[in-house]
């Protein structure tokens, strides 16, 4: 069966540092990958997606992610991080058939001056 | 402007009672979903159709019912079967297909006393 697994449930980082939130995903075939962001009371916005082709995709707000299937990870990442990305991030993996996505737990990020 | 709205943003109700929440998009999207989540537990499907007239049960649908009678409107009725209703509900739409990313709604906190 599918899963995505985010195995950090909380992660602390300084204002200005790098991030990289992790995210490990079972699934049979060739994956569709997304990553959300939900601020505190707020619906999910999507964040980037991974379909095919350059396993190091760009989204918005700054943030990346890559695609390394030999671990099965498509790990999040940004260089520098500001405070309003205090939020909870959730990757998902989408199946190429059928309708239905599988949300990992999330990881709560915190930001501190 | 193009999006999904949910209503309304906080509901209460007293145990026993069955409350419908709404789900509206104008996104042109054939699929919509709803999700239930609560701390720590990541999104969970409860149900999710994919075209007018027809929709499946996700993981958690016992104690949930559905409709589907416009494209537009997927209405969520949280009865009074359902053990432990209290809880935060996230309506989502995607074009047709796994590989489409899902948008969300602003989401209902549903608080049963």
């Known amino acids: 069966a599918q899963s995505v697994t985010q195995p950090d449930i909380h992660i602390t980082v300084s204002e200005g540092a790098s991030l990289e939130l992790r995210c490990n995903y079972s699934?049979?075939?060739?994956?569709?990958l997304f990553w959300y962001v939900q601020s505190p009371g707020q619906g999910l916005q999507l964040l980037l997606k991974?379909?095919?082709?350059?396993?190091l995709v760009q989204g918005i707000k700054g943030f990346e992610a890559e695609f390394k299937r030999s671990q099965s990870s498509f790990n999040l990442r940004k260089p520098s991080v500001h405070w309003s990305d205090a939020a909870e991030y959730f990757c998902?993996?989408?199946?190429?058939?059928?309708?239905?996505?599988?949300f990992g737990t999330g990881t709560s990020l915190t930001v501190i001056p | 402007d193009g999006g999904i709205t949910q209503s309304p943003k906080y509901l209460f109700r007293k145990e026993g009672q069955n409350v419908t929440l709404s789900c509206e998009q104008n996104l042109n999207h054939d699929a919509m979903y709803w999700y239930r989540q609560d701390p720590g537990q990541g999104l969970r499907l409860i149900y999710y159709?994919?075209?007018?007239?027809?929709?499946q049960k996700g993981d958690i649908a016992e104690g949930y019912s559905v409709s589907r009678e416009k494209k537009e409107s997927f209405p969520l009725t949280v009865t009074s079967a359902q053990k432990n209703p209290t809880a935060f509900y996230l309506c989502?739409?995607?074009?047709?297909?796994?590989?489409?990313?899902?948008?969300f709604g602003p989401g209902t906190r549903l608080t049963v006393t």
């Open positions: 699934y049979g075939a060739t994956p569709y």
């Open positions: 991974y379909f095919s082709g350059d396993t």
């Open positions: 989502a739409s995607s074009r047709a297909g796994g590989s489409y990313e899902q948008y």
């Open positions: 159709s994919q075209i007018v007239n027809d929709f």
């Open positions: 998902a993996v989408g199946e190429n058939t059928g309708n239905q996505f599988y």
